[in-house]
């Protein structure tokens, strides 16, 4: 007999357009759309495997359905498991690593491309009339900036923070890194790529974009303090974590010019808040958190998914997380 598994939030993954036969094909599988934090419990009731994507797994859930052997996080980061807690159940977590990689590194200079190049803002122009109505053949609304040249400082380098520099480095541009362990890729750095200290990095950087986890240490590392020591008229990017940012202290310096464009994909509480103050500030562009998101992305998801689960009914578990 198939063991029972739930998967809490499929549309987070697919809107009808990704197969979970893979996954189907393994266990007795139970879909729900979408799941609140309230309605997990009766739902978790004869789960032996929870394929669970932002919805909290901790001591309570464990201790109240001992039948839980399994946690397939259906993404990367893994904040909402309680490891300890898993470990003391004796449940075994995975994730799904990597699988967005060039979709997130996409999107991520996607985002700078736009504030560099102002490709939103005279589109929207141009459909308020402007070219119309302009008296020259163009216009512009503000100064289009060339990335040739530019420091681009990247904070983390994974898979996706390498990436993002392999795009980088093809536009011309100079990059800094931070990372916990420069010394892991010495061999990377060449006349246009360096590692440096995460303060040397803010204080020489043309552009900044975030690739790092969101742990205690890097909670609001972006912040008055920080931004502060940043060039004037820096661009920030973060398609990583939305609380790796102070949004107030962010809102603001978007308000006085210090920080001169951002573009963020993720916010520290997700879906956005009415009240949220980066919805308000200017010069920003704010994506609903799909830089991952890519059909390509999504059906690798799945497969990792599949082969994960597939992995752990065997005996012989992978992308374990601990």
């Not at 189907?24 to 495997?49: H, M, N, S």
């Not at 008229?233 to 990583?240: D, K, Q, R, Y």
Request: glycine share 6%; charged share 20%.
């Amino acid at each position: 007999m198939k063991m029972k598994a739930v998967l809490l939030e499929a549309s987070a993954i697919s809107k009808g357009d990704v197969s979970f036969a893979p996954v189907e094909a393994l266990c007795d599988l139970k879909t729900f759309e979408r799941t609140t934090e309230q309605e997990k419990w009766d739902r978790l009731r004869d789960a032996e495997i929870i394929l669970d994507n932002k919805l909290i797994i901790d001591e309570e859930v464990l201790s109240r359905y001992p039948s839980i052997r399994y946690i397939g996080v259906c993404a990367t980061g893994y904040n909402v498991i309680d490891l300890e807690a898993a470990r003391r159940h004796n449940v075994t977590v995975t994730n799904v690593p990597a699988y967005s990689t060039a979709s997130v590194a996409q999107h991520t200079m996607a985002l700078l491309l736009d504030l560099a190049s102002k490709i939103t803002l005279h589109s929207e122009s141009v459909r308020r009339g402007g070219w119309v109505h302009s008296p020259v053949f163009c216009y512009w609304e503000a100064p289009v900036t060339e990335l040739a040249g530019r420091t681009l400082g990247i904070v983390g380098y994974g898979s996706i923070g390498r990436s993002v520099a392999r795009i980088a480095a093809s536009l011309g541009m100079n990059i800094l890194v931070s990372t916990r362990h420069p010394e892991k890729y010495t061999a990377s750095a060449d006349d246009t790529l360096h590692f440096v200290s995460f303060d040397e990095m803010m204080s020489s950087s043309d552009a900044i974009t975030f690739h790092c986890p969101l742990t205690d240490e890097t909670e609001h590392m972006v912040n008055a303090d920080t931004i502060s020591r940043m060039k004037d008229g820096v661009f920030l990017i973060n398609t990583a974590r939305g609380g790796l940012v102070n949004e107030a202290d962010l809102a603001a310096a978007l308000k006085s010019g210090k920080v001169a464009g951002a573009g963020v994909d993720v916010i520290s509480e997700e879906p956005m808040k009415p009240d949220n103050p980066l919805l308000t500030a200017p010069n920003i562009l704010i994506t609903p958190h799909i830089a991952w998101a890519s059909i390509e992305a999504r059906t690798r998801l799945v497969n990792q998914i599949a082969g994960n689960l597939s992995a752990w009914l065997e005996g012989r578990p992978v992308n374990v997380v601990s």
